[in-house]
């Protein structure tokens, strides 16, 4: 209503005609509108005129709320004081240029602090009409200037890749296998020569497959076939031999510029894990250009046990130092990267974001600690004691914590406290029960989404399911719905971008958009359920209605099952995610439709808590609670 009654008042001010006027009421929504669909021009852009030749002036705006309503009033009155047409145009973020005339089409230039703003303006009094806009920008249109900080990126700050201690002597991995390009005089010998260099990196994946399987890494042996399925692209494999025999060029040559662009664009693509497979992709490459340039995989014999440093870790380095590499240091590469899965599967502790000075030459003792993301290079005799006496307490703690986790968990006046898995994957599950937990608490779906092509069938989703299931055949497990959206966006879903996507159309909120999608899950999740103790939880909750229809979908789920004659679980409790503003201020509302919720319950087994009396503070759960206080919910 606000900016509405600021943009007609200056229309009016301009002495627009009333239709104008309320044209430009009307579409005062229309910057917010934008952020949805693409905006058409009204008749107001009419008025303004063609630019033909004009005259311009370009300034970076020091606005602290960027040109709002007021500064935009003020251009749009200095621009309609003359006989000219005046166009903006927001150079930093290209957008426009748009009539001046127009608070709205000025709002919809999404002008911020420190944005460079160009001013282009023709007609008779186009020089007056720029001198006085200039005048304006001059001035910061009678605002404090806000300072405009340098836009650099801050500095990376170490990341773990995988916890532990390590030393051993420096090893820089080499530099990549150069490719010029050349021509070849045969092109049906190098296309056998292509053909020949991918068919023995396909055996290099295989072995490496197969040891993983044969030593019980099941799970991880699966980065090796995904890799063996970047390598045997059959679509990019016939780009290749087509630009051999038409162009005549070497095989690298080609291949290294596909495989780049291939790379190239999944660092495009949003989200912290898909970006990540680029490294594969570059690890593939790196595979077969070795094999054409007809070079060996470097070894490090002899510097014994290393330190393995390079721009971005691969699962092949990993693998081929098997025996004697201790730690990992990387500039670049996530946590989720097939680097770091590998990594933290054998045990070997990795930092990543950390650059290590050219100075430093191959062989060099050097320390990590992949949980505090330190660095020590060439640690005094002192430094290396002191490293083997923590080497030794830290191993002593594994061995002690892992003891300890086969015991139950049980407070001192004798409340047994469950102890459940948070699970995203399989994986997940495995360490799970290697460290005793007592079920599931919370078992995310998302992994059954991501990283695929098309979205998953019933029957894959319930077998997947089932799989992690089996892990507790006698403990409770809690399944979230999916959570996509935010951070985690799936490459085969249409999802718009958002300016607050870890708040828009995410959890709940997508399901009920696609309910096709969210009907499969649930049946998978019934089905997958049979013979288990399941309960459904559905995140990002904010009213009643949703959780209505969570449950409406999740009995629809069941009558069709039942039609079908398809064993499921039924009846399964029913709960929500309290994870959202709303939530958590109309919890009591919620929680009357709901068979459970996550976050909202704490139960009191203080028996130190006062036992008469009126309102006090518990001591266990430091809140104010009525009596009686033990085993009560607060």
Not at 108 to 123: A, H, K, N, Q, T
Not at 302 to 312: K, M, P, Q, S, V
Not at 334 to 359: C, F, N, R
Not at 434 to 458: D, H, M, Q, V
Request: hydrophobic fraction near 40%.
């Amino acid at each position: 209503m606000v900016e509405g009654a600021v943009s007609a008042a200056a229309r009016i001010s301009l002495g627009d005609s009333l239709e104008l006027v309320r044209q430009e009421a009307c579409t005062a929504l229309t910057p917010k509108q934008s952020q949805l669909d693409d905006v058409t021009a009204t008749t107001a852009e009419a008025a303004a005129g063609d630019e033909g030749d004009y005259l311009s002036y370009t300034f970076v705006s020091r606005l602290k709320n960027g040109l709002h309503a007021r500064p935009a009033a003020m251009l749009a009155g200095a621009a309609a004081s003359f006989n000219a047409a005046v166009k903006v145009k927001n150079v930093s973020r290209e957008k426009g240029p748009e009539t001046a005339r127009s608070v709205n089409k000025l709002a919809l230039l999404g002008i911020l602090l420190g944005d460079e703003v160009e001013v282009r303006v023709s007609g008779e009094d186009a020089a007056e009409a720029l001198s006085a806009i200039q005048k304006l920008a001059d001035e910061n249109f009678g605002e404090p200037p806000a300072t405009v900080e340098p836009k650099s990126k801050p500095k990376a700050k170490p990341l773990s890749l995988a916890p532990g201690i390590a030393m051993g002597r420096l090893y820089r991995e080499g530099a990549a296998v150069s490719c010029p390009k050349r021509e070849v005089n045969d092109a049906e010998a190098e296309v056998r020569r292509f053909d020949s260099a991918l068919a023995e990196v396909k055996a290099e994946l295989q072995a490496h497959e197969a040891n993983f399987v044969k030593e019980g890494h099941a799970d991880e042996a699966g980065i090796f076939n995904a890799q063996k399925l970047i390598l045997m692209d059959q679509d990019l494999i016939d780009e290749v031999k087509t630009a051999i025999n038409t162009e005549k060029l070497d095989a690298a040559y080609l291949y290294q510029q596909k495989m780049n662009k291939l790379a190239a664009d999944y660092r495009k693509l949003p989200g912290g894990y898909l970006p990540q497979r680029a490294a594969d992709i570059n690890d593939v490459a790196s595979r077969v250009l070795a094999v054409l340039a007809g070079q060996k995989n470097i070894e490090a014999e002899d510097f014994g046990d290393i330190i393995l440093y390079a721009r971005e870790a691969q699962p092949s380095m990993i693998v081929r130092f098997e025996n004697r590499i201790r730690g990992i240091l990387t500039e670049t590469g996530g946590a989720t990267s097939h680097a770091a899965i590998l990594a933290k599967t054998m045990g070997i502790p990795g930092i990543s974001g950390y650059h290590l000075d050219e100075s430093i030459v191959n062989g060099t003792p050097v320390i990590i600690d992949g949980k505090n993301c330190t660095v020590t290079v060439d640690p005094d005799s002192r430094t290396e004691a002191e490293f083997k006496k923590n080497l030794a307490g830290w191993e002593e703690k594994k061995r002690r914590d892992f003891d300890e986790s086969k015991k139950n968990a049980v407070t001192t006046d004798g409340v047994k406290v469950y102890i459940r898995a948070n699970v995203g994957e399989k994986r997940d599950a495995t360490e799970a029960v290697r460290y005793n937990a007592e079920g599931i608490g919370l078992l995310r779906t998302e992994f059954l989404f991501l990283s695929r092509a098309n979205p998953p069938g019933e029957e894959t989703q319930a077998a997947m399911l089932r799989e992690i299931l089996a892990f507790f055949p006698n403990d409770p497990v809690t399944i979230r719905t999916l959570d996509i959206g935010g951070d985690k966006p799936l490459p085969w879903l249409d999802q718009p971008k958002e300016e607050n996507p870890f708040l828009g159309v995410r959890g709940v909120r997508l399901c009920r958009r696609e309910r096709r999608l969210f009907a499969s899950q649930l049946r998978a999740i019934l089905r997958a359920a049979y013979g288990f103790d399941v309960k459904v939880m559905s995140p990002m909750i904010s009213t009643v209605d949703e959780v209505c229809f969570c449950k409406e979908m999740l009995e629809n789920a069941h009558a069709e099952l039942e039609r079908d004659g398809i064993p499921h679980t039924w009846p399964v409790p029913f709960g929500i995610m309290v994870e959202t503003p709303a939530a958590a201020l109309m919890a009591d509302k919620l929680a009357a439709v709901s068979d459970f919720s996550a976050s909202v319950q704490t139960i009191c087994h203080s028996t130190s808590c006062p036992p008469s009396g009126g309102t006090a503070t518990c001591r266990t759960l430091r809140t104010r609670v009525r009596p009686p206080y033990c085993g009560q919910s607060v």
